[in-house]
Every structure is written in C-alpha cells, then in structure tokens.
T-cell receptor
Framework: AQSVTQLDSHVSVSEGTPVLLRCNYSSSYSPSLFWYVQHPNKGLQLLLKYTSAATLVKGINGFEAEFKKSETSFHLTKPSAHMSDAAEYFCAYNNAGNMLTFGGGTRLMVKP | DTGVSQDPRHKITKRGQNVTFRCDPISEHNRLYWYRQTLGQGPEFLTYFQNEAQLEKSRLLSDRFSAERPKGSFSTLEIQRTEQGDSAMYLC????????????FGPGTRLTVL
C-alpha cells in the first residue's frame, strides 16, 4: 500500500536553531512530493514540491527538502527557526493520480 | 485576491440537519478537490472534479455526502442527516489541468455537529 509517514508528531526547537521534519514515503512509482504548512484554523499553504527534477528543492521562507530515493525520504529542513515557523507541517505525495495522500502531520514548536 | 475561497468558514449544526458548503476555485483551474481533516490528522481525499465531471470518489464519501460542480466553476458539498462524526474541517483545493500539478487550498469550512 502506498503511504506517507511523518516520523515525529511533535518537534520542539529553540529560535535560531536548525529545523528537521522527517517524512518517508512508500510508493511503487516515482511520486511527486509536497510539503505544506498549516497555521491554526487556516488552510494549507504550499512550502515546496519535488517533481523529478533536482533532488534538492528550495521553498518559501527558507525551507528546503531533499528527495532521497534510496531512503524513500523527503525530509524538510531550515537552517534557523523563527517564531513564525510554529505551525503544523504536512508531507504529501501524488503518484500521478488525482489526489494527494498526506502524512499525519508534525507540529513544530519554536521556543524563544 | 484570486486564491481559493470557501463559504462559510464555520458552521455549527444539530445532528440530523443538512448542511451545504461552497468552494470557489482559482479561476483558470479546471480541477477541484474536496478533502476532510479531523482534529490532529492530515487531510483525507473525498472527491475530485475535472470541469463539471466528478471523476473520483473516496470510500469515505458515504451516500449522505454529495458534491456538485455545475458549469465547471464553483462546487458545493452537501451533507445530509449530519452525524457527530462529520465534525471536521472540510478543505477545497484546485489545480490546473496538468498531469501532476500543485493543489492550492482554501481556508476550509469548520463543521461542528452538536
């Protein structure tokens, strides 16, 4: 079965320190992969996407993610966390179908 | 603002009542999607339209749920005889008509069934 697993339900970092949010996928195909962010009571905003071009993808707000086929991973990173980064983050994939399959989400908390 | 819009943003209803939500996609997007998100979970796919045709439905979409997209523009999602388990955020997204394209999400409609 195809699925997306976000390995941490909660991540807490101090402001100014690096962020790592982990995502693994299971798919028989080469998927397109996405990271979305959701602030409280808001919809999802696209951070970045991978669609079989460069394996290192840069997104908005200083986030980037690296597609590693051998590890079936698509982890999200940011060199220095900001208080405004506190939110829920979702990894998702589209295997050329017409729907996104989402992971369970990772809540990022940023301490001052 | 030319993003995806949804109305209403919040809906509180009593069990057994019918509710209808509206989604207006980005104007040049042919594809429209509905997802449901319960508390603490990722969104789950409900259904998908290409223009006015409903092409895919999840098994989550019970017979109490119906979605339409007349004239291929806005879409409505109706839930009949609501149950407490229907309480969730209902998200709409749209994308261009390409093989795999980014889906842009609206702010969602939060439904609370008492």
């Amino acid at each position: 079965a195809q699925s997306v697993t976000q390995l941490d339900s909660h991540v807490s970092v101090s402001e100014g320190t690096p962020v790592l949010l982990r995502c693994n996928y299971s798919s028989s195909y080469s998927p397109s992969l996405f990271w979305y962010v959701q602030h409280p009571n808001k919809g999802l905003q696209l951070l970045l996407k991978y669609t079989s071009a460069a394996t290192l993808v840069k997104g908005i707000n200083g986030f980037e993610a690296e597609f590693k086929k051998s590890e079936t991973s698509f982890h999200l990173t940011k060199p220095s966390a900001h208080m405004s980064d506190a939110a829920e983050y979702f990894c998702a994939y589209n295997n050329a179908g017409n729907m996104l399959t989402f992971g369970g989400g990772t809540r990022l908390m940023v301490k001052p | 603002d030319t993003g995806v819009s949804q109305d209403p943003r919040h809906k509180i209803t009593k069990r057994g009542q019918n509710v209808t939500f509206r989604c207006d996609p980005i104007s040049e997007h042919n594809r429209l999607y509905w997802y449901r998100q319960t508390l603490g979970q990722g969104p789950e796919f409900l259904t998908y339209f290409q223009n006015e045709a409903q092409l895919e439905k999840s098994r989550l979409l019970s017979d109490r749920f119906s979605a339409e997209r007349p004239k291929g523009s806005f879409s409505t999602l109706e839930i009949q005889r609501t149950e407490q388990g229907d309480s969730a955020m209902y998200l709409c997204a749209s994308s261009a008509d390409r093989r795999v394209d980014t889906q842009y999400f609206g702010p969602g409609t939060r439904l609370t069934v008492l």
